[in-house]
């Protein structure tokens, strides 16, 4: 579970705005560009290149990486 005064320091690295959590708690929302931040062992992952869209739920299979 994320704490709410957590919730309120975390925005969204690509328009610096606020997120809210998900309906089923595993992400953050940005409210701005609709980006999901997944939330693994409790730590949200306030990454762009983590962030998913919604019906586009990312893979637990490790993407390449390449750079
Ligand atoms: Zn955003």
Sequence with gaps: MIDK???EVLACPVC???VEL???????KC?????I??????IP????????????ESSSSEA???G
């Design 45 to 56: 992952i306030m990454l762009e290149e983590e962030a998913y869209f919604e019906g586009e």
């Design 22 to 28: 998900t309906a089923d708690g595993k992400g953050l």
């Design 64 to 66: 390449e990486e390449t």
């Design 5 to 7: 005064e957590l919730l």
């Design 37 to 42: 931040y997944p939330i693994r062992d409790g």
């Design 31 to 35: 409210v701005k560009c609709g980006r």
């Design 16 to 18: 610096k705005e606020p």
